[in-house]
Structures are given as C-alpha cells and as structure tokens.
C-alpha cells in the first residue's frame, strides 16, 4: 500500500469501515504515575494495556498496511491526581515517518498536551463511537490517532490527510457537551478544539501542502537528489511564512516549526551559500524566540 496513491475518495469511503485487516498503526504506550500516592498500581498497568490494544487493535480505516508500513508514533500519559475512577495529568504525542530509501526517521509532531482529565474502571472496556461522545478518555485518543492518520497521510499526497483531519473534528464537535477540559475554543487557544481548527480551516491550507512538498518531494529524495530534496524543503517553508504573515499565532504552525527546527538547521547545513541565507531568514521570522539558533545556517554546523 502507498499512501501516495489512495485517492481522496475512496480514503472517505472506507474512513470508517472495520473489516478484518493489518491495523494502521505501531504506537507505543506509557503510563507514568509516580505522582500519584498510593498502593494500588495494578490499575496503571491494566490502563496502559488497555489502550495499548484500543490503539493497535482497533481499524481506524479501510486502508490495508502491511506491517512494515505501519504508522510509528507514542503515547505517553503522566497521571498526577487520581479520585476514585477520576484521573488527571498530561499526555504526550509523538509522530515519527521513515524517509524512502533512507534509514532516518523524521520527526512529524511532538506535542504535550497538559490538560487531559478522565474517568477509568479496571476493566471496563474502552468504548469509542464517531458519531457520540462515550468516554473522554476514548475520544481523546481517537481524537489524536486521527491527527496522526492526517499528517501522515498529507504528507504523502497533497490534502491527503483531509479525511482524518475532519474525523478528529467531529469528535471535538461530539465533545462540546463535555466538562472536562480541551475540547471547546474558550479553553485556551492551544488544545484539541484548535488543533481541528487549524487542521480543518482553508485559511491554513499552506500547511498542507507544506508537510506535501517537506516529506515527499523534499526528504524522500534527498537520499538520490540531495540539491533537488533541498530545494523542495526551502520552497515548503515559504508555506509556513506564508501561514505566519496572516496568522502568526496558529496552533498547528507552531507545532510544525517545534518539530522540525531541528531538521531544518541541519538540512540546510549544507547547500549554496543562497539556499543557507534564505532558510536561515525564513525560519528566524517565523520562529523569532528561537531566532539565534539559525545562525547555525550560515556556520555550516550541525545540531
């Protein structure tokens, strides 16, 4: 199966099908809860267990992956208050995409969300329905392996991802009726319900087709075509100035630099003195507070 080539469409069709297939992803899952007082940790371990099987086990498309193609991504919660089945802390996102024809591994989205609140029963089933909020717990998850499934299908064909980005919509919009934090826009302006926004609005298409031009025409051929990779990468970040000039505070532009400061710095490293000086300009205007590590660019040093 090559993302690049299922078609908008049939993804739609098939978005919410459950047939008998290779499931999507290969996520691992942490539960850390040491701040947590108390005897009784058996719970944390059926919990992690739990979602590790809700996660891997369940089929969130009618894609069929092949094992080695599954997407790589962790989960990590941190509890640091429990009462009775009530439960608080933070979770972390991680999403991570093999470039072809190399052996790295590049960074897609590395998120900490602080405010995840939720109730769990030791063995209770985690329920989870696309049409009705059942548990937050459940849709939470749900909530971010749809964004993984559209990153990493935007990355692999233009507006490829489109179809999971609007499924993690429609759980934010099944959550509004939900007291717990996240999922509503007077929350803060970095959560769940932003994040749908950001991914779902037209007034942030540039994104898209900048994780489209970044991966597949930028780091996918950088291992045959170093200079023709280098010079995708420089024009997809042209996509991110262009998101930042009009909407410098987007949520979802932020995480996209946070992922891939790194990388960028070290891709541009090498090049025409040029390309250094125009990545280095770029990505100092739109990650100002971040603005002197770019001069990295223009010494030729590596992270």
Partial sequence: ????????????????????????????????????????????????????????????????????????????????????????????????????????????????????????????????????????????????????LGIDFDSFSLNGGKPFFEAAELIVNNAQGSSQPGWKSMDGNKNRYWLAENATSNSYAPLHQFLYEYHRLGLDVMSEKPEEGRAAILRAIQQLQTVHSTYPTCFLLQLMIEAKRDEIINVFSEGTQKEKTEAANIMKQIDPSKSSRYDAILQGGRQ
């Avoid at 991680?94 to 190399?102: E, F, I």
């Fill in 1 to 148: 199966m090559k993302r690049s080539f299922v078609s908008f469409i049939t993804v739609i069709c098939m978005l919410f099908a459950n047939i008998a297939a290779a499931q999507e992803l290969k996520c691992d899952i942490a539960i850390n809860s040491s701040q947590v007082s108390g005897s009784d940790k058996s719970v944390y371990e059926s919990m992690q267990t739990a979602l590790y099987e809700f996660i891997n086990n369940t089929k969130w498309t009618n894609i069929n992956f092949k094992t080695n193609e599954k997407i790589e991504c962790s989960i990590a919660i941190t509890i640091k208050e429990r009462t009775g089945s009530d439960y608080s802390g933070e979770i972390n996102m991680a999403l991570r995409r093999p470039c072809y024809k190399s052996s790295y591994t590049t960074p897609m989205l590395n998120y900490l969300d602080p405010k995840f609140s939720f109730s769990y029963t030791e063995g209770q089933p985690l329920d989870f329905s696309t049409n009705t909020h059942i548990s937050d717990l459940t849709s939470t998850i749900a909530f971010y392996v749809y964004m993984f």
